[in-house]
């Protein structure tokens, strides 16, 4: 009888293979205080190798990213884009718009301020300098609720925890450097790649004493200001810090502003944003994002939780004809995973992304959601070549033991006290598919880490 063992930090596992035997674990030393689920299915076989709580459910993190991903794709299709527009109402006569421009958003996660610079463009082509009306923002595809249900209040400065809105510029982020100063015991060197929807002031120390700790503190002071403070040593070099707006609505004007400053385009209303629809504006200037394909792929290998939120209110708003919500993304996804048979009625999925605490799945449900993308003629090649490959690319760059690298295509899923794997690998015998779940204390995240990479690991050579 083959058997395989699984040696974890602190973890052991041995199970049965053979096909006319149940699945098997012999002995299973738990993480200290952490609970551990791992289901491995051979696909060739279609019959389990090892499947170790199954049924409890855990907080998924980004591997629940890969049902918004199946979703995305089962209601959107491939080649869905997103569309960003400029229009105006009334008549243009010489180098005016005689009436109101318009910009209508889509809630596209990959619209950036230079798209906003071509749109303008449109007009500086057909020479339009002056707008005799108002600049109405259009901005109806998603509800006003920016942030999911269980998302983290100490996060939400973060850029992974950036306000989701029908208005996305920049990712709704903004990216902080700072340098220290040539000069000891002076103010650091700041600098914002872009503008934010708030002015940020800093009160940054460049520190001579090596022996003294620098650190940095980011806090926002509602609704006028963010406010950095701290210190960086003489010889550190430059750091980042990635920044979220809090007002998205404010964000977008000031990159509207910004841009119509510099194509010197005149305007004598106001900026205002209005939801209501229109069917006597004409159209200026188009923008398309890539095709969803390429998005997804970006949101899987990178895990992209802006993109994730953006798919998970917009199969919302097309499967409903509403406006995108927590809600109504919610019942899509749960209606593709009902569609296609898989057990998710127990499941929670409060967001798109993972980022909620309210997250729960368990390893038996995101096993049949591999099951099901592996056998899906449509979709199967997008997501699954879209995966992070172990030792090459995304989220998995790190892995660097032979036996991972090029052979396996995962999702990970990493917060606070989590780290999950799930996803395939294949052997010179068989293909498989693999989930494992680690939750625990939160500061033993890395240990999870490892753990889960020496299993799959051991499964990989032991098969």
């Known amino acids: 009888m083959v058997k395989i063992r699984f040696y974890c930090i602190l973890a052991a596992v041995m199970v049965s293979v053979h096909a006319e035997e149940n699945p098997l674990v012999d002995a299973l030393i738990s993480?200290?205080?952490?609970?551990?689920?791992?289901?491995?299915?051979?696909?060739?076989?279609?019959?389990?190798?090892?499947?170790?709580?199954?049924?409890?459910?855990?907080?998924?993190?980004?591997?629940?990213k890969m049902a918004t991903a199946y979703a995305a794709l089962e209601i959107l299709g491939e080649n869905y884009h997103f569309n960003t527009d400029l229009q105006y109402q009334g008549h243009i006569e010489k180098e005016t718009v005689k009436g109101d421009l318009w910009l209508d958003f889509s809630g596209d996660p990959t619209l950036h301020s230079s798209d906003i610079d071509h749109l303008f463009d449109a007009l500086i082509a057909k020479h339009i300098h002056h707008i005799e009306g108002a600049l109405y923002i259009k901005n109806s595809a998603f509800d006003s609720q920016l942030y999911g249900p269980g998302w983290m209040w100490d996060e939400l400065d973060d850029c992974y925890a950036a306000p989701i809105a029908t208005t996305i510029v920049d990712g709704n982020c903004a990216t902080a450097h700072i340098r220290p100063n040539k000069t000891p015991n002076h103010q650091?060197?700041?600098?914002?790649?872009?503008?934010?929807?708030?002015?940020?002031?800093?009160?940054?120390?460049?520190?001579?004493?090596?022996?003294?700790?620098?650190?940095?503190?980011?806090?926002?002071y509602n609704p006028n200001y963010y406010f950095l403070a701290g210190c960086i040593p003489a010889h550190s070099p430059p750091q980042k810090l990635e920044i979220a707006a809090h007002d998205p609505n404010s964000n977008t004007i000031k990159k509207v502003q910004k841009s119509l400053a510099d194509h010197h385009i005149t305007i004598e209303g106001n900026i205002l944003f209005n939801q209501t629809e229109h069917n006597d504006k004409k159209r200026l200037a188009h923008h398309q994002s890539a095709p969803l394909k390429q998005i997804v792929t970006k949101m899987l290998k990178e895990s992209d939780n802006l993109i994730a939120e953006s798919l998970f209110k917009k199969v919302g708003q097309i499967t409903f004809?509403?406006?995108?919500?927590?809600?109504?993304?919610?019942?899509?996804?749960?209606?593709?995973?009902?569609?296609?048979?898989?057990?998710?009625?127990?499941?929670?999925?409060?967001?798109?992304?993972?980022l909620s605490r309210y997250n729960l799945l368990s390893s038996k449900q995101v096993m049949a959601l591999l099951l099901s993308i592996h056998q899906n003629p449509k979709h199967s090649k997008t997501l699954i070549e879209g995966l992070p490959i172990a030792g090459v690319d995304g989220t998995l760059k790190w892995m660097k033991s032979p036996a991972l690298q090029g052979h396996v295509h995962a999702k990970s899923g990493s917060m606070t006290?989590?780290?999950?794997?799930?996803?395939?690998?294949?052997?010179?015998?068989?293909?498989?598919?693999?989930?494992?779940?680690?939750?625990?204390?939160?500061?033993?995240?890395?240990?999870?880490?490892?753990?889960?990479?020496?299993?799959?690991?051991?499964?990989?050579?032991?098969?």
């Open 31 to 64: 993480l200290q205080n952490a609970n551990t689920s791992i289901y491995i299915y051979d696909i060739k076989k279609q019959q389990p190798v090892i499947n170790h709580h199954t049924d409890i459910l855990f907080i998924p993190a980004s591997v629940q």
């Open 188 to 220: 650091a060197i700041f600098s914002l790649e872009t503008e934010l929807d708030q002015p940020v002031f800093h009160n940054i120390d460049t520190i001579a004493d090596t022996k003294q700790r620098c650190t940095l503190s980011f806090k926002r």
């Open 321 to 354: 004809n509403r406006p995108g919500s927590w809600e109504n993304g919610h019942d899509a996804v749960s209606y593709i995973m009902a569609k296609h048979h898989l057990p998710f009625s127990d499941s929670q999925l409060q967001d798109g992304s993972g």
């Open 417 to 463: 006290g989590v780290y999950n794997l799930a996803g395939y690998f294949s052997t010179v015998t068989s293909d498989y598919a693999f989930v494992i779940f680690i939750n625990g204390p939160p500061e033993q995240r890395q240990l999870y880490k490892k753990t889960a990479e020496k299993a799959l690991n051991t499964a990989i050579l032991s098969l």
